[in-house]
C-alpha cells in the first residue's frame, strides 16, 4: 500500500485525512495488512466463502412480516437529534444548482 | 450491609425477603457511582430516573408481582440505545444523540410496560464507558477517556466492554450488559476478574444495539458468578422479530442445570459432578505468546475440571492464529458498510464549516470519529473495493468456513473446549495504543468464536505474582450456553477466584 492509496480510499470512506495524518497510518496500515498477507498461503479452491455464522448452522429461511403499518407517527421524537432541520425536513447543503 | 459485594442470586434473596427495598439498593449504587467516578466506568447516570424505576419495581414487588430480578440493578453498556440516558457508543459522533427508543435488551431487562408485559423490572444505573464503537480491546479508545483496572489503576480493564467490566469489579454495580464482537465482553471480564458470556449467534436481540460487525455482534452479561450470568443471559435472551438474525427459538431458562451432575440430573457422587464431561485443551491455545503464569492459572484450572470428574484431553484447531488476519479483514469490512450511516444528516455530529455535501461528509465524519473507528474504516473500505475483493474480503470468508468447520471436528472429541481469554493480565495504560497491531494480536484466543458463532464465556481461575487476575475460556457448541453455565458454576462451587475483590475497592 502506498501514500495516495491512503487517500483514495480516505475518500472512498469519506473521510478527510491531512498529509501527516495520512502519513502516520500508512505504516500502521502496511503493518496490518502484512499479516492479512498471510491468509493468501491458505488452499481455500472449493471453499464457500461464509458470510455469517447462522448460515453455516442450519439454513434459515429469512423471515418476513407483514407489509403493515406498525409504528405511529414519530416524526418529532426521530428528528429530535437531526443537527439541521426545518419544518420536520433534515437540511443538508444545496445538492443541484 | 455492603451490597457491592454480593451477586445478584443473593440479591434477589434480600429483596424477596424483604431485608430491602430496590429503592435503598438503588440508591446504594448510585451514591457508589457518584464516589467512583475514579475508575471512569460510567458515562451517563440519570439518578431521577434511576430512582423512579426502583420505586416502580418495589411498587410490584408490593402487588405480589415480583420475579426473580425485579428491583436488580444493572449498567448497560452505551452500545445499547436508551431514553433517558444517552446513547454514545463511547463516540464522539453520539454525544448529543438522544435515542428515541430502547435497546430490546434494555426493554426486557426494564420495568413492564404494554409493549412488554414480561420485562424482567431490573432498574437501569446508567450507562458504561466503551471503546468506540466497541472498536478496541483496552477501552483506551472511547472518546471520553480510558477506563481504570479496579485491581489497578494503572492497568486497562480491557474492552470493548471495559466500562461494565470495571462498574462490576469496582462494585458500582452487581452486574451488567456488554457485548462481544471479537472478544469484548470475555477479555474485559478476565482482565477484571469477572465472569461473562458471549452466547450463540442469534440468541439475543440486537435491534437497538449500535452495529460494528453485524455477522459478529452478539451481547450477554458481565456478573460476578456463573448463575448471575445464566439468570440475566435468560432474561436477555428471546425472539425479536424485529432482528431478522434473531433465532426463532432463543430463549432458554440458562439457569437449569446449575446444579445438576453433568450426565445425570441427580448428582450421585458430588464430589465428581462433571464425571462423562470431556474437556478439550486446543495445543495453539498454549503455543508461544502464552504468559507462563497464564498458562499455569489455566492448566490448574483444567487440573480442577479433572478434579471434579472431567476427562481432559488434547485437541488441535489449526487456524487459530489466521483468525486474526480473518477477523480484521471481516470486521472492518462490515464496519466500514455499517459507519456510513454516520454522514451528519440526521443525527450524529455535524461539521460547523462547509461548501457542499461531500465536504460535509468528510468533514463531519472525520471530527466525529476517532483513531482506531478511522483506521478500521479504511481497512473496510480498501478490502471491498475494487481488485482486493477477491484476494481480502472473499478469502477472509473462505477461512471463515474452514475456522467453523474446524471446531466441529473438535467437538467430536469433546464436549467444551479449555483455554486462556488473553495470552497476558491486564496491560499498563497507554502500552499497546502506539501499535494497534499488537492490540489486535492479543485478541487471538477469542476471535474464532465470533468468526464461528459459538458461545464461550470466561471464568476467572487465578492470579499472577502481582495479584492481576486470569481467566480461563470455556467454548461449547452452538446454544450449549446453559452447559457452559453449568461447568462454570460447578467450578465456582469449589472456587473462590471469582469471589475475590480487588482490595483498591472498599
Known sequence: MKLDEVQRIAHLSRLELSDSEAKAILPQLQAIFALVAEMQAVDTS??????????????????????????????????????????GYFLVPRVLE | MSWHMSTIALLSKALAAKQVSSRELTSYFLERIAKGSRWNAFLDVNPALSMAQADAADEIRANGLAGPLTGIPVAHKDVFVTQGWHSTAGSKMLSNY???????????????????????????????????????????????????????????????????????????????????????????????????????????????????????????????????????????????????????DSGENFARYLSQAWSEPQMRNPTKPLSGLKVGLPTEFFAEGLAPEVAKAVEAGAQLLAQLGATICSVTLPKTKLSIPVYYVLAPAEASSNLSRFDGVRYGHRTAQYTDLQEMYKKSRSEGFGAEVKRRI??????????????????????RRIIAADFQTAFNQCDVILGPVAPDVAWRLGEKTEDP????????????????????????????????????????????????LQIAHQYQQATDWHLRQPSEVT
Not at chain 2, 465470533?450 to 476467572?460: D, E, I, K, T, Y
Request: proline share 6%; hydrophobic share 40%.
Open chain 2, 378 to 399: 479504511l481497512i473496510g473500505s480498501y478490502v471491498l473495493s475494487h481488485g482486493y475483493y477477491d484476494a481480502y474480503y472473499l478469502q477472509a470468508q473462505k477461512i
Open chain 1, 46 to 87: 472449493g471453499c464457500e466463502p461464509m458470510a455469517h455464522p447462522i448460515l453455516f448452522l442450519r439454513d434459515l429461511a429469512q423471515p418476513l412480516r407483514v407489509d403493515q403499518v406498525s409504528e405511529t407517527d414519530q416524526r418529532t421524537v426521530n428528528m429530535r437529534s437531526a443537527p439541521a432541520q426545518e419544518d
Open chain 2, 98 to 248: 438522544q435515542s428515541p427508543f430502547d435497546a430490546a435488551v434494555v426493554a426486557h431487562l426494564g420495568m413492564p410496560d404494554e409493549q412488554n408485559p414480561t420485562a424482567a423490572g431490573m432498574v437501569c444505573l446508567g450507562k458504561t464507558n466503551m471503546d468506540e464503537f466497541a472498536m478496541g480491546s483496552s477501552n483506551e479508545n472511547s472518546a471520553f477517556g480510558a477506563v481504570l483496572n479496579p485491581w489497578n489503576p494503572a492497568c486497562v480493564a480491557g474492552g470493548s466492554s471495559g466500562g461494565s467490566a470495571a462498574a462490576v469489579a469496582a462494585g458500582l454495580a452487581p452486574i451488567a450488559t456488554g457485548t462481544d464482537t471479537g472478544g469484548s465482553i470475555r477479555q474485559p471480564a478476565a482482565l477484571c476478574g469477572l465472569t461473562g458470556i458471549k452466547p450463540s449467534y442469534g440468541r439475543v436481540s440486537r435491534y437497538g444495539m449500535i452495529a460494528y460487525a453485524s455477522s459478529l455482534d452478539q451481547a450477554g452479561p458481565i456478573g460476578k458468578s456463573a448463575e448471575d450470568c445464566a439468570w440475566l443471559l435468560s432474561a436477555m435472551s428471546f425472539h425479536d422479530p424485529r432482528d431478522s438474525t434473531s433465532l426463532a
Open chain 2, 437 to 484: 497491531l499488537q492490540m489486535y494480536l492479543a485478541d487471538i484466543y477469542t476471535l474464532s468464536t465470533n468468526l464461528a458463532g459459538l458461545p464461550a464465556m470466561s471464568v476467572p481461575c487465578g492470579f499472577n505474582q502481582n495479584n492481576m487476575p486470569i481467566g480461563m475460556q470455556l467454548i461449547g457448541n452452538y446454544f450449549s450456553e446453559a452447559r457452559l
